[in-house]
C-alpha cells in the first residue's frame, strides 16, 4: 500500500500542477483542443487543485497499515481511477477528443486503477 499511495500521490500531484498551473496546454494535451473560455480555465483550474488534494492524500497516507483511513483512501481512488478511464475513452472513443496525451494517460490510469483494486482488496482479506 505504501508504494502505491507514494507514487500515485506523486503522479496527481504533479499532474495537478499542470493542470493547475497551464489548463489550456494541458487541455491541448489531452483532448487536442485548447481552453479558451475563462469559465473553463477556471474549472479545469479547480480540478487540478483537486488533483493536487488527491494527490496530498495519498501521500500523507502512505504510511497507513490497512487502517480504515487508508481503505477508505483506497476506495475513493479506486472510483476515481475507474471514472477517469470511463471519462478518457468517452472522450477519444465517443467524442473525437485526443491529444498526444490520452491514450498514455488512460493507459497510465488502467495501470494504477488495477493496482489500486488489488491493493484495495488485500486491505479487505487482511
Do not use: K
Not at 91 to 107: D, K
Request: proline share 4%.
Amino acid at each position: 500500500m505504501r508504494l502505491f499511495l507514494s507514487v500515485t500521490g506523486v503522479f496527481e500531484v504533479a499532474t495537478g500542477i499542470a493542470l493547475a498551473a497551464t489548463p489550456s496546454l494541458f487541455a491541448e494535451l489531452l483532448a487536442g483542443a485548447a481552453l479558451e473560455e475563462p469559465a473553463a480555465l477556471a474549472i479545469a483550474r479547480l480540478a487540478g487543485l483537486a488533483l493536487i488534494a488527491l494527490g496530498g492524500a495519498c501521500w500523507l497516507a502512505r504510511n497507513d497499515r490497512g487502517g480504515p483511513a487508508g481503505h477508505a483512501l483506497l476506495a475513493a481512488m479506486t472510483f476515481y481511477n475507474a471514472t477517469v478511464i470511463v471519462l478518457l475513452a468517452v472522450m477519444a472513443l465517443g467524442e473525437g477528443l485526443a491529444g498526444p496525451l490520452l491514450w498514455p494517460g488512460l493507459a497510465a490510469h488502467v495501470a494504477l486503477g488495477g493496482w489500486c483494486a488489488r491493493e484495495l482488496a488485500a486491505t479487505q482479506s487482511g
